[in-house]
């Protein structure tokens, strides 16, 4: 899906408002949703293009977020950083902590599912089963809110992955019978949003030179933010308070 050319100025205008952490060997930002991380034949420029431009050419990404998922993403400066970060991400190291708004009333003895991902050929989605092409994923939900907008009942959750595949979280949760809200390709009840309510919130790390634990936040994109902000709170955690301070203008 393509976007537009006042999206990708707006990126490259903004874009030191969107660093979370900077030194000379990696950089950390809070990317929005609705831009690619790198381009392709659709959208010739992403995020690491803009990067490029701006920090030089030796800055490259060291994970990817889905065009529509928003939050903390990772790029290393140097040689050297970049492969201290994927190593990191080989080894499991490096722990992402996301926040998702699911449609329903999450049932609380869910505490995450541990099933294998595919890719459907003829349907070109991801989903849960059993083949030759199937990766083996696991993923752990916490329930931090349960939301309302008069009977529309909807549960904040914070997802960590333990592993990496394309959609993970979208597909687990779907599978679950919670689908992600807003989300165009797995969940049939599109309830007025554009794009999956998915935010990559915090990322944990060491550092490729000092090996200081390095451990950043994104606060929330504002279409994620507006609706937490303006919906009827039935219950919550002290996890959600923080995420709302951290995300408040």
């Known amino acids: 899906m393509s976007y537009s050319e006042q999206q990708v100025a707006s990126l490259r205008s903004h874009f030191n408002d969107l660093v979370l952490y900077e030194d000379s060997r990696i950089l950390v930002m809070n990317k929005p949703a609705g831009v690619s991380v790198t381009g392709d034949e659709v959208n010739r420029v992403g995020v690491s293009e803009i990067a490029k431009e701006?920090?030089?050419?030796?800055?490259a990404l060291a994970h990817r977020l889905d065009m529509y998922t928003s939050g903390v993403l990772l790029l290393g400066k140097t040689r050297g950083a970049r492969r201290s970060l994927s190593d990191q991400f080989k080894e499991r190291q490096i722990g992402k902590t996301y926040l998702a708004l699911v449609d329903g009333e999450w049932n609380p003895s869910l505490a995450g599912i541990v099933a294998p991902i595919f890719r459907s050929e003829?349907?070109?989605?991801?989903?849960?089963?059993?083949?030759?092409?199937?990766?083996?994923?696991a993923t752990a939900f916490e329930e931090i809110a349960q939301l309302g907008i008069g009977e529309q009942l909807r549960s904040l959750l914070k997802v960590d992955l333990l592993t990496g595949r394309t959609h993970q979280i979208r597909v687990h949760l779907a599978y679950l019978g919670y689908p992600v809200t807003g989300d165009q390709l797995y969940n049939p009840d599109k309830l007025g949003f554009?794009?999956?309510?998915?935010?990559?919130?915090e990322i944990s790390f060491r550092h490729p030179h000092t090996e200081e634990e390095m451990i950043l936040t994104a606060p929330l994109a504002d279409d994620f933010y507006s609706y937490l902000a303006n919906s009827w709170v039935l219950n919550h955690s002290g996890f959600f308070e923080e995420v709302i301070a951290n995300s408040a203008n």
């Open 54 to 59: 701006l920090r030089g050419s030796e800055i």
């Open 122 to 137: 003829d349907e070109g989605l991801m989903k849960v089963g059993l083949n030759n092409q199937a990766k083996p994923a």
């Open 194 to 201: 554009i794009r999956p309510l998915l935010h990559a919130y």
